[in-house]
């Protein structure tokens, strides 16, 4: 009996018109979606390739120098596509793909004050997840908000009752038809983004990461599904179910992301630009604590290594002492810079947190962070690049710095040059994307309420099949 109704639910939807234009209006901005962000990722990747290509050989063509000047040319740091880039970019969008590599500073991402800060701009970047996350809710809400009470302001409710269906029958037919036809849609479209996006786009792809995302938007539709035939099945009037579905769709999808965004950004302030730079600064000049100045740290460091090797002067030292303090200098400045990037990225973390337990409210936020982490482009992963990069900066400065150290002379620094292989020793950093193993623990909890918030609408369901009396 499910099977005669959902057949026949396809079928009335096959002679309207109406919806057969709203399929064909989604295909084609799907299909437009997807050719934008394939296209988009794949100039993106050749200039990534071309780049880091030339930035290689810029690093080994540039003339023999002293090693602190040579690392100050400096080395880029490119992320690795992801093939999922194509089906959501996420926040890669706005952190960049690259960051410039030289001594002394942690160049650092655009980071925005939230996660979420850019909500409005992600409405006007076409992806294919912004089609799953926002459109086919609209769809379905279309599909779905007349299925009950259609049926009996029509007279065909009793019918089917007569005709041996039971109530429960009719709900999880109508849910299983309107559920069905759009998870066949994303099926389909989340393997055409797959099969297609290696044609451009040179990446490894991740099977499990691509079906953490399928199964993290089956339970979103599933959602809306149970949903729209809900509030189809509990109000009469077909217009009143649809406001209330809108209106729904509105409050999940657009204002709570808004709202929750708002709250984390005022409960875990990140600081400003210019106070970050101005406080790095300071710190660096003038110790962590504020007491242990710059020279004050040189002169106690040069102390302590005459007193160690018990001679009267640096000179005198079995190595240049200069390349050894401005190692030193270097790792205090990377302490420096580790305080502070760990309090932005600890607020934004939090921030994160605090956002992601409106997800018990919205779905939305809940499909938004799986997506993201599935496809390698959340929060945690740019932090990852970042961390990535930062420790191939901090090791190829030493490296340079250890050159100067072990093999020239004080007071060489005019004079000295780095041997021909030098560069060439510098190995080029080869950044890695985390599995999707290591991308679970932070969307732990958006898994859970998704998982919640469709276990919900099922006994929603099964509690309006047992009450329900045809004169309802």
């Given at each position: 009996m499910i099977y005669k109704i959902i057949n026949n639910e396809w079928l009335q939807w096959k002679r309207d018109s109406r919806l057969k234009w709203l399929l064909v209006f989604l295909l084609l901005i799907s299909l437009v979606a997807l050719w934008h962000q394939i296209s988009f990722q794949s100039n993106l990747s050749t200039t990534r390739l071309s780049a880091q290509?030339?930035?290689?050989?810029?690093?080994?063509?540039?003339?023999?120098?002293?090693?602190?000047?040579?690392?100050?040319?400096?080395?880029?740091?490119?992320?690795?596509?992801?093939?999922?880039?194509?089906?959501?970019?996420?926040?890669?969008?706005?952190?960049?793909?690259?960051?410039?590599?030289?001594?002394?500073?942690?160049n650092d991402f655009l980071f925005s004050k939230s996660q979420e800060s850019d909500t409005g701009m992600r409405f006007g970047?076409?992806?294919?997840?912004?089609?799953?996350?926002?459109?086919?809710?609209?769809?379905?809400i279309l599909f779905s908000f007349n299925a009950i009470n259609g049926e009996k302001n029509s007279g065909t409710l009793v019918m089917l009752l007569s005709n041996g269906a039971s109530y429960r029958q009719i709900l999880f037919a109508k849910t299983l038809a309107v559920f069905l036809l759009f998870e066949l849609f994303f099926t389909s479209y989340l393997l055409a983004t797959v099969l297609s996006a290696p044609l451009f786009i040179h990446a490894a792809a991740d099977e499990a990461a691509a079906f953490y995302v399928w199964l993290g938007?089956?339970?979103?539709?599933?959602?809306?599904?149970l949903l729209g035939v809900f509030v189809s099945s509990k109000i009469n009037n077909v217009g009143s179910s649809m406001a209330l579905l809108l209106l729904i769709w509105m409050c999940t999808n657009v204002i709570l992301p808004r709202v929750s965004?708002?709250?984390?950004?005022?409960?875990?302030?990140?600081?400003?630009?210019?106070?970050?730079?101005?406080d790095i600064s300071e710190a660096v000049s003038k110790g962590l604590d504020g007491h242990n100045s710059s020279d004050e740290?040189?002169?106690?460091?040069?102390?302590?290594?005459?007193?160690?090797?018990?001679?009267?002067?640096?000179?005198?030292?079995?190595?240049?002492?200069?390349?050894?303090i401005m190692q030193q200098s270097e790792d205090y400045t990377s302490k420096v810079y580790d305080h502070y990037f760990g309090d932005v990225f600890q607020s934004l973390k939090n921030q994160k947190k605090t956002q992601a337990w409106f997800a018990a409210f919205s779905p939305f936020i809940a499909v938004r962070n799986i997506s993201m982490a599935g496809c390698n482009a959340s929060l945690e992963s740019e932090?990852?690049?970042?961390?990535?990069?930062?420790?191939?900066r901090r090791g190829f400065v030493q490296n340079m710095n250890n050159d100067m150290k072990d093999k020239s002379a004080y007071g060489s620094f005019e004079t000295y040059r780095v041997a021909n292989n030098k560069y060439a020793d510098i190995k080029d950093l080869q950044v890695d994307n985390r599995p999707l193993a290591w991308e679970l623990p932070s969307v732990l909890l958006e898994t859970i309420w998704l998982?919640?918030?469709?276990?919900?609408?099922?006994?929603?369901?099964l509690w309006r099949s047992k009450n329900q009396t045809l004169n309802r």
């Amino acid at each position: 009996m499910i099977y005669k109704i959902i057949n026949n639910e396809w079928l009335q939807w096959k002679r309207d018109s109406r919806l057969k234009w709203l399929l064909v209006f989604l295909l084609l901005i799907s299909l437009v979606a997807l050719w934008h962000q394939i296209s988009f990722q794949s100039n993106l990747s050749t200039t990534r390739l071309s780049a880091q290509e030339n930035s290689r050989k810029e690093w080994l063509a540039q003339e023999l120098k002293h090693p602190h000047m040579a690392a100050h040319f400096g080395n880029y740091a490119y992320k690795k596509p992801s093939l999922l880039h194509c089906f959501d970019p996420g926040l890669s969008i706005y952190t960049g793909t690259s960051v410039y590599m030289e001594p002394h500073r942690q160049n650092d991402f655009l980071f925005s004050k939230s996660q979420e800060s850019d909500t409005g701009m992600r409405f006007g970047w076409l992806s294919p997840a912004l089609i799953c996350q926002l459109i086919i809710p609209l769809l379905i809400i279309l599909f779905s908000f007349n299925a009950i009470n259609g049926e009996k302001n029509s007279g065909t409710l009793v019918m089917l009752l007569s005709n041996g269906a039971s109530y429960r029958q009719i709900l999880f037919a109508k849910t299983l038809a309107v559920f069905l036809l759009f998870e066949l849609f994303f099926t389909s479209y989340l393997l055409a983004t797959v099969l297609s996006a290696p044609l451009f786009i040179h990446a490894a792809a991740d099977e499990a990461a691509a079906f953490y995302v399928w199964l993290g938007y089956s339970l979103y539709f599933l959602c809306w599904s149970l949903l729209g035939v809900f509030v189809s099945s509990k109000i009469n009037n077909v217009g009143s179910s649809m406001a209330l579905l809108l209106l729904i769709w509105m409050c999940t999808n657009v204002i709570l992301p808004r709202v929750s965004a708002n709250i984390a950004e005022n409960i875990f302030p990140v600081i400003s630009n210019y106070q970050f730079k101005k406080d790095i600064s300071e710190a660096v000049s003038k110790g962590l604590d504020g007491h242990n100045s710059s020279d004050e740290r040189a002169m106690k460091i040069e102390k302590e290594m005459l007193a160690k090797y018990k001679v009267d002067s640096v000179q005198q030292l079995p190595f240049n002492f200069e390349g050894f303090i401005m190692q030193q200098s270097e790792d205090y400045t990377s302490k420096v810079y580790d305080h502070y990037f760990g309090d932005v990225f600890q607020s934004l973390k939090n921030q994160k947190k605090t956002q992601a337990w409106f997800a018990a409210f919205s779905p939305f936020i809940a499909v938004r962070n799986i997506s993201m982490a599935g496809c390698n482009a959340s929060l945690e992963s740019e932090i990852d690049f970042q961390l990535q990069a930062e420790n191939y900066r901090r090791g190829f400065v030493q490296n340079m710095n250890n050159d100067m150290k072990d093999k020239s002379a004080y007071g060489s620094f005019e004079t000295y040059r780095v041997a021909n292989n030098k560069y060439a020793d510098i190995k080029d950093l080869q950044v890695d994307n985390r599995p999707l193993a290591w991308e679970l623990p932070s969307v732990l909890l958006e898994t859970i309420w998704l998982i919640l918030w469709a276990t919900g609408l099922l006994i929603l369901i099964l509690w309006r099949s047992k009450n329900q009396t045809l004169n309802r």
